[in-house]
Structures are given as C-alpha cells and as structure tokens.
C-alpha cells in the first residue's frame, strides 16, 4: 500500500512536469537543462521530465505601476513632491526574461529619475498647465531605455503635484490679488463703455434736435414766404381789380363811397372807445371831409371828370 502510494504521487509529478496549459495573455520561458528553449505561448504544452522547466512567466496585459512620491525641485528652487501611475506591457517575454532582473522595479526607477529631470526644466506655474507635456516627454525617454528589455510604455500621468504649504498660500494670495485686478479691469471697461455709450446717446440727441429745430426754421420760413407771396399776389389781384373797377363808369363814385364808410366806420370806433377825443380843425368840418376826400378819388386813373369843374354853358 506504501508502495503503491508512493508510485501514485511520482506519476502525478511526472504528469504535473511534463503537460502544462498556458493561459491566455501569458508567455513561459521553457529552459532545458539550463539552456533556453523557446517561449511558450498560450495553448497545451509539452515537458520533458527532469529536463525542460518553466523559468519565467510574463503577463503580455498591460501593468499599471505605481510610481512612489518623490520630491522634485523645479527651474525656480521650489521643491514639490510629485507622483504618477506608469502603463507599460511586455512586448517580447524573452528580453524581459534575460534582458533585466526586475524591469517592474528598473522602469519605476527610470521613471522617477526622468521625472526630476523634466521637472526640473519648469518653472512651479509651468508644472501645474504643462502637465501633458512632462507626461509625453516622460513616456518617451522611459520607452526609449526600456526598448532593449522587450518593454513597451504606453502612456505616464502625474497623479499629483503637492508645493510646500508656504507656497501654496502664497499662490492663493496671488490668484486672490489677480482676480480682484481683472474685476476692477472688467469694472473700470464696463464703466468706460457705459460713459461711451451715454455721451453718443446725449450727441444723437443733439444732432436730432438740432436738426428738428432746422426743419421746424425752415417749413416756418418756407410758410412765411408762401404767406408773403400769396398775400402780395392776392393784394395785386386786388389793386388790379380795383383799377380796373375804377376806370369803368361809375367806378369813381363806388370808391368815393367805400372810402367815405370806412371813414366813419373808423371814426365812429375812435368815439366809441375814447371819452374825449381830438381832432384837427378840418375834420370839424364834415363838408370839408367829404370834399377832400372826393379830391382824392378823383385823381384815380381811368377817371377823366373833374368833379369840381363844372360843365362851361354854350351862350
């Protein structure tokens, strides 16, 4: 029954030696008798017992590394402690196997290092807004070393970026000082173009009064000498109207008679608002009046009687 036991567990080995299943994403490095074999990739392999054996074992996924903190000292002496997360995959399972040790602890290593020497190339504003460029820079030089041990860096981000507490509260009183100015700017402009805004509003208005009161001068001028004119025509007409009027028979006397009763029309107004009244000696006379004025009419044109010669008799 020992026996038998034991020939069990030495035919279990033998079979645990010899058939090996690789799984998937994964690559074992077969030595036989110390020598190297070949790369076993993913599927059903077989061993020779005693000889071959499974050296190393890759993972071809893509790592995530945990780059530690790690002081920096930037253009401008300020020192800042920085970490990141670094991506990278194995691309040839041989050369991570026999090209390096440790290419995990190795490129964590390289990482840092190219990381102080990028960031010692910035000023401390220049590390918080260039952050991708120290990441692309940083993922290029660490894909370059790490090219010979069959490993290939996909990207790097710097996780966080942490300055001295003195510095940080001097950056806040900056920002705070730089925010109250550009408040003061956009005030100072906003004021600016509301005083602009104003003084155009104040000088259309004065051009459009000015110019009302232009129009309203001149349709008033216009009027005037419309009225002018019209009252000359109309007075023309009416003086043309009376001459001719005047030389036709009977015209003189209807004139002597319109003069007479405007005359006393007006005569009678001055009576009616004047308690005492003065008037030349010869108005006195009524008589008088009426033959002054029949000597008036009767130097109108068109009027060849004498009203004060008589007609000589024939003897």
Not at 93 to 122: C, H, M, P, V, W
Not at 167 to 180: D, G, P, T
Not at 255 to 269: A, P, R
Not at 288 to 315: A, C, L, Q, R, Y
Request: aromatic share 8%.
């Amino acid at each position: 029954m020992f026996m038998f036991t034991i020939f069990f567990i030495v035919v279990i080995f033998f079979i645990v030696k010899t058939f090996i299943v690789v799984p998937q994403e994964y690559a074992y490095i077969r030595e036989r008798l110390g020598a190297y074999r070949g790369t076993l990739e993913a599927g059903f392999h077989f061993l020779v017992p005693l000889i071959d054996q499974i050296k190393y074992k890759q993972v071809l996924k893509e790592v995530a590394i945990d780059v530690r903190p790690q002081v920096c000292t930037t253009k401008d002496n300020v020192q800042v402690e920085v970490d990141g997360i670094l991506y990278l995959k194995v691309v040839d399972a041989y050369k991570a196997s026999y090209g390096i040790d440790n290419f995990f602890l190795a490129t964590e290593q390289l990482a840092q290092t190219t990381l102080r020497s990028e960031i010692g190339k910035l000023m401390l504003n220049e590390t918080f807004s260039e952050r991708d460029k120290i990441n692309l820079s940083v993922v290029r030089q660490i894909d370059e070393a790490t090219d010979p041990w069959g490993i290939k860096v996909n990207r790097y981000e710097i996780r966080n970026i942490q300055p001295p507490k003195t510095i940080i509260l001097e950056m806040e009183n900056q920002m705070k000082a730089e925010r109250e100015r550009r408040a003061e700017i956009i005030t100072s402009e906003g004021e600016r173009e509301a005083r602009i805004n104003r003084s155009m509003g104040e000088r259309q208005e004065a051009i459009n009064l000015s110019e009302g009161d232009k129009a309203k001068l001149v349709n008033e001028a216009e009027g005037k000498a419309l009225e002018i004119e019209l009252v000359a025509t109309a007075s023309a007409k009416g003086l043309k109207a009376i001459a001719e009027s005047i030389s036709k028979s009977g015209g003189r006397q209807a004139v002597q008679l319109q003069i007479t009763q405007e005359y006393l029309t007006g005569l009678g107004g001055i009576f009616a608002k004047s308690k005492t009244t003065i008037l030349p000696e010869s108005l006195a006379n009524i008589k008088g009046v009426f033959e002054g004025i029949s000597k008036v009419t009767s130097t109108f044109p068109g009027d060849s009687s004498n009203p004060t010669t008589e007609p000589k008799k024939k003897g």
